[in-house]
């Protein structure tokens, strides 16, 4: 079974900090890799994915993750972080052609502050 | 267009009381899932579908049932509620290999 780890449930950093967010999998097979954001009070929006290809993935926000198979991780980033950027991230995992079955990680809260 | 849509956005149960929580997509989307996010354990897979009259079980099914009669709906029922099972519930849909998109959630208490 697959499961994903999230080392960090809380993350403080300031406004306009780079920041990382760690996620790390576990499989033995293929997998597809996904970021989600949660802000207060809605539900999941899609940040980024990884099916195939490039193993750097970028959003349309700034955020990017790199896929590294050998360290087995999916790891987010952003040079510099806005007040806005302030939700919760959800790492999570498919196997391929199974997208209607994901594995979440337990989710890191991210808090920008000025 | 809507996206996923679900109803009611909050509900409250007594012990023993059944309910179903609906979950509407109009994308035309194949796969849809019912997950339960809880404090601490991110979202757990309930149900899922990966068609019209076709369901299997997630990592936590028992206490409820589904159906796919539509390629539209998908709802969740609770067949006799139970305190562990306030939660937020949110449906989900996806066109076949790709990602899921979230509604809105049903925030679920169970007294």
């Known amino acids: 079974a697959q499961s994903v780890t999230q080392l960090d449930s809380q993350v403080p950093v300031f406004e306009e900090a780079p920041v990382e967010l760690r996620c790390n999998y576990s499989s033995s097979v293929s997998v597809y890799l996904f970021w989600y954001v949660q802000y207060p009070n809605q539900g999941l929006q899609l940040l980024l994915k990884?099916?195939?290809?490039?193993?750097l993935v970028e959003s349309i926000n700034g955020f990017e993750a790199e896929f590294n198979k050998s360290q087995t991780s999916f790891h987010l980033r952003k040079p510099s972080v806005h007040i806005s950027d302030t939700a919760e991230y959800f790492c999570?995992?498919?196997?391929?052609?199974?997208?209607?079955?994901?594995?979440f990680g337990t989710g890191t809260r991210l808090q920008v502050t000025l | 267009n809507a996206g996923v849509t679900q109803t009611p956005k909050f509900q409250v149960l007594k012990t023993g009381q059944s309910m179903t929580l609906q979950c509407a997509q109009d994308m035309n989307h194949e796969y849809m899932s019912w997950y339960r996010q809880d404090p601490g354990m991110g979202l757990r897979l309930i149900h899922y579908?990966?068609?019209?009259?076709?369901?299997d079980q997630g990592e936590v099914p028992n206490g409820y049932n589904v159906s796919r009669s539509t390629t539209e709906d998908f709802p969740l029922r609770l067949l006799s509620a139970a305190p562990s099972q306030t939660s937020v519930y949110f449906c989900?849909?996806?066109?076949?290999?790709?990602?899921?998109?979230f509604g809105p959630g049903t925030r679920l208490t169970v007294l």
């Open positions: 999570a995992v498919s196997d391929p052609g199974t997208a209607s079955k994901l594995t």
């Open positions: 989900a849909s996806s066109y076949r290999d790709n990602e899921q998109f």
């Open positions: 579908s990966v068609g019209a009259g076709i369901t």
């Open positions: 990884y099916l195939s290809g490039s193993t």
